[in-house]
């Protein structure tokens, strides 16, 4: 196969044409061309009334080796790399040890798969439940205000990935193209086949329930098990060595190999860790608010009169400032046409977090607009980020009124250092509800005087961005874990032999494709390790 890269077309372009370009790029007969097959199709929309299509593209055709010679110094055609994926162990016919996995995030749902196919028969523990027992427990949250600490955005089947965007695009470095294994995969489980190609693909939370069951049938299938409400309080350690976990029922599982990939909101599971003497750093993350504008708005300044095409959908956007007290604000998960959601997980404390479904076509764009912070700021205690996250998180609940509402304030109020009184052309999508006020002591003075200084910069690249009748929404706390259980080369903690720290709550991913990506990793140093033992 050859790649060709960076094949533009018009926005508007007959099907033909792809074909017609790839012999003109070639210089080959019609005949000459055997198939092609879409790699990736982005747009580019910077200058708006000639939008166009860029294309990465396999390509099969007669007589490779020709074309290749011809064309060898066409830096945009190239032989195709190998993205299929290879296992790289099988377990034995009746293997003795079962790898335990906790968390049924991306992470640990692709470590699992992954363990499943190679044989291993992994044991999969979720504290939260299935998904549709999930989400009506979420529902209860987002309609009543009534909070299940056990069952929520956060915890549950498909991990808070399944309440987002579905957004599968990353920039994490792939060499072996671990990601078109989860790509994959995801359309096996009823993903649209779309995902496959298009830059920037999605899912949607519809799609992910049942794609998420799909692929908790195929672990099964394979051998594997998974076990709901069953929480792990407890890390048997024995001089250095993973002996098993313990559960909150009290039942002990015995296992060598433990994938930790519990999500970066398990704060009860890492002073667990701690106290057990997991080596734990505390790392970057960043807080700030939702943001909300009409998704027209965000559609007329990205695409111009091509807003609404069809094949150009909801436009997003993604902006950084760096303002003068050093601080860097740059918008977080940006859902084009989605609603912002109640995503706490602990009783007495707000969290926003945002969502879209497949379609995107509610009336609204929402972001988070967050402000990176260090340690520095929280010093003192590998856990201090937790400490932090909940200080602010309880915060926003009082400002709220005390019933998981949450504080807002419209962008332009916001900007003018003055109290909100009532919403104007932009009605805010956060359930229980919003209640309007001053957000200036909702977060840090640090984090305020930022977005405060950041608003009207982003303006100058979206014009509008800081009407006065946008609304912010507060708190996002939950951007990334604020630790890191730090592992060696072959995916272990540093000072716990057979513990996998994996994903985002160990601070080594952040997104479902990331996550997924490196559950894959993981669960190949435990089958590595298994059988080479």
Avoid at 93 to 100: D, K, Y
Avoid at 307 to 313: F, R, T
């Amino acid at each position: 196969m050859l790649r060709i890269t960076e094949l533009k077309l018009p926005l508007d372009h007959p099907e033909a044409a792809l074909r017609a370009e790839i012999l003109r790029r070639l210089g080959i007969a019609d005949e000459a061309l055997l198939g092609y097959t879409i790699f990736r199709r982005g747009h580019d929309a910077r200058k708006r009334p000639l939008i166009t299509f860029t294309y990465t593209l396999d390509v099969e055709v007669k007589d490779e080796e020709a074309v290749l010679r011809r064309l060898k110094n066409d830096r945009q055609v190239a032989r195709a790399p190998d993205t299929s994926y290879h296992f790289v162990a099988q377990a034995a016919a009746h293997p003795t040890q079962r790898p335990v996995v906790i968390g049924t995030g991306p992470c640990g749902m692709f470590a699992g798969l992954i363990l499943a196919q190679m044989g291993f028969r992994p044991i999969i523990l979720e504290r939260g439940k299935a998904v549709r027992e999930r989400t009506k427990d979420t529902w209860g949250l987002w309609r009543n205000g009534v909070l299940n600490p056990e069952s929520n955005v956060q915890f549950g089947e498909g991990g808070a990935g399944t309440f987002s965007d579905g957004k599968l695009y990353s920039q994490i470095k792939d060499p072996k193209h671990l990601g078109r294994k989860v790509i994959a995969e995801f359309i096996k489980a009823g993903a649209p086949p779309e995902i496959a190609f298009v830059s920037k693909p999605h899912i949607g939370t519809f799609r992910l329930v049942g794609m998420v069951e799909k692929i908790r049938a195929t672990i099964e299938s394979l051998g594997g098990e998974i076990r709901f409400q069953c929480r792990v309080d407890n890390l048997d350690i024995e001089d250095g060595q993973v002996r098993g976990v313990t559960l909150a029922s009290g039942e002990h599982i015995a296992a060598r190999h433990v994938v930790l990939a519990v999500g970066h909101s398990a704060r009860d599971t890492f002073e667990m860790l701690y106290q057990r003497g997991v080596h734990i750093e505390a790392k970057p993350f960043s807080v700030g608010f939702r943001i909300e504008h009409p998704q027209s708005l965000i559609d007329h300044c990205r695409f111009g009169d091509r807003a609404g095409h069809p094949e150009l959908g909801a436009a997003d956007y993604k902006l950084v400032h760096h303002a003068q007290n050093g601080r860097t604000v740059y918008s977080f998960c940006m859902c084009p046409g989605g609603t912002v959601v109640a995503a706490a997980s602990e009783p007495g404390r707000v969290v926003t977090n945002g969502m879209s479904q497949y379609s995107r076509n509610e009336r609204n764009a929402n972001a988070g607009i967050v402000v990176g912070i260090t340690p520095d700021d929280y010093p003192g205690h590998p856990l201090a980020g937790i400490a932090f996250q909940r200080h602010w998180e309880t915060q926003a609940f009082e400002l709220g009124g005390r019933d998981y509402c949450a504080p807002g304030q419209l962008v332009g109020d916001f900007i003018a250092g003055r109290a909100s009184n009532e919403f104007s052309t932009v009605l805010p999508s956060y359930t229980p509800g919003v209640k309007l006020g001053t957000l200036d002591s909702s977060l840090p003075d640090y984090v305020i005087a930022a977005i405060r200084e950041a608003l009207p910069a982003f303006d100058k690249q979206i014009r509008g961005f800081a009407m006065h009748d946008a609304v912010l929404t507060g708190v996002e706390t939950r951007t990334s874990s604020p630790i890191r259980i730090t592992r060696n080369e072959g995916y272990q903690s540093l000072n716990t032999q057979g513990l996998y720290p994996a994903g985002e709550g160990a601070g080594y991913a952040g997104g479902i494709l990331s996550a997924a990506v490196d559950g894959i990793k993981v669960a190949e140093a435990v089958a590595l390790a298994i059988v080479t033992q």
